[in-house]
């Protein structure tokens, strides 16, 4: 599977198809900054899948490599929903 094919998939997941328009602009000589797209998170995923991807370890399948590129994009996204709550959290409390 390609880098292409897998951010295609996990596009269909995301709105507005902005995982692919990241990696468009990415592929033309990257996403300077997250407005660039006007996602963030879709930028954050892209390099993440890129990066992941570029990483295969010798010996690795596509398939394994495939697995652990999810594995580690869905780690990072959980972190980062934890910390927004706690901001969130944090927020509520002010008021």
């Known amino acids: 599977m390609t880098a292409t094919q897998l ?3 996990i596009n269909e997941h995301y709105p507005d198809d902005l995982v692919l328009q990241a990696w468009r602009k990415f592929r033309r000589g990257g996403v300077k900054a997250t407005h660039d797209v006007g996602d963030g998170l879709a930028v954050f995923v892209v390099r993440e899948i890129v990066d992941t991807y570029e990483g295969r ?3 690795e399948t596509a398939t394994e490599t495939n697995r652990r ?3 580690t994009a869905a780690a990072a996204m ?5 910390e927004l709550q706690a901001i969130q959290t944090g927020l509520e409390a002010m008021l």
């Not at 959980?78 to 934890?82: G, K, L, N």
Request: charge should be neutral.
């Open 7 to 9: 951010l295609t998939l």
């Open 57 to 59: 370890k010798v010996g």
């Open 69 to 71: 590129q999810l594995e």
């Open 78 to 82: 959980e972190t980062a929903v934890r």
